[in-house]
């Protein structure tokens, strides 16, 4: 229900911008964001965002990274700028959906396939 795309390979310094669009019959969206995981390492947050527009940032993108988001289109960005070769990991988007018909309208998060970024010259 999620389906991300925008990763690939980019030089340091360069910009990617990754998109991730939800799908289905869906009521509402709580909390969006993008999870990083590098190779041998733990998945970790990178952005988040809230229905309201409310952004977090893991230390390591602040100032580089800018998470946005489409309600009307139930989309998610995030894009990427000054691009490290510690920014190298598959990223994933994730959602907090309510489809219609859920009971009691309760949400469940949804996992994006992933897409990987390389930053590497």
């Known amino acids: 229900q999620l389906q991300a795309s925008g990763g690939g390979l980019v030089q340091p310094g360069g910009s990617l911008r990754l998109s991730c669009a939800a799908s289905?019959?869906?009521?509402?969206?709580?909390?969006m964001g993008w999870y990083c995981q590098a190779l041998g390492k733990q998945r970790e947050l990178v952005a988040s965002?809230?229905?309201?527009?409310?952004?977090n940032y893991a230390d390591s993108v602040v100032g580089r990274f800018t998470i946005s988001r489409d309600n009307a289109k139930n989309r998610v960005d995030l894009q990427m700028n000054s691009l490290k070769p510690e920014d190298t990991a598959v990223y994933y988007c994730?959602?907090?959906?309510?489809?219609?018909?859920?009971?009691?309208?309760?949400?469940?998060?949804?996992w994006g396939q992933g897409t990987l970024v390389t930053v590497s010259s």
């Open positions: 994730n959602a907090d959906i309510v489809y219609s018909g859920s009971v009691f309208r309760m949400s469940s998060v949804y």
């Open positions: 289905g019959s869906i009521f509402s969206i709580n909390d």
């Open positions: 965002i809230t229905s309201a527009g409310s952004t």
